[in-house]
């Protein structure tokens, strides 16, 4: 089992930045994909960026520019650093995890982290 704990959402003004952290513990692959997701209210979850094992990222067209993910192995930690934020960008933030590999390729979720962004 893995289990992913979202931290460092919050309340900032539009304009502002935030860092988002993910820890990550359990049985976790050394072959995987890390993402962060969001969902506003009355808004199906969307994909905010992945990042692999090996450092591959991609990111949706709207943070482009403004956000930045990134992680570090050794803690087993994911991270998403939010610039320039804006109302828009108001929703809950989830951390996800997705081994690669032929025993397990299951996604798992954190219980995810308000971010609220006014204007």
């Known amino acids: 089992q893995v289990q992913l704990v979202e931290s460092g959402g919050g309340l900032v003004q539009a304009g502002g930045s935030l860092r988002l952290s993910c820890a990550a513990s359990?049985?976790?692959?050394?072959?995987?994909?890390m993402g962060w997701y969001r969902q506003a209210p009355g808004k199906q979850r969307e994909l905010v960026a992945h990042?692999?094992?090996?450092?591959?990222?991609s990111s949706a067209d709207p943070v482009k520019g403004r956000f930045t993910i990134s992680r570090d192995n050794d803690k087993n930690t994911l991270y998403l650093q939010m610039n320039s934020l804006r109302p828009e960008d108001t929703a809950v933030y989830y951390c996800?995890?997705?081994?690669?590999?032929?025993?397990?390729?299951?996604?798992?979720w954190g219980q995810g982290t308000q971010v609220t962004v006014s204007s």
């Open positions: 996800a995890y997705r081994p690669l590999t032929a025993a397990d390729n299951t996604w798992y």
């Open positions: 990042i692999t094992s090996g450092g591959r990222t």
């Open positions: 359990g049985t976790i692959f050394r072959t995987n994909i």
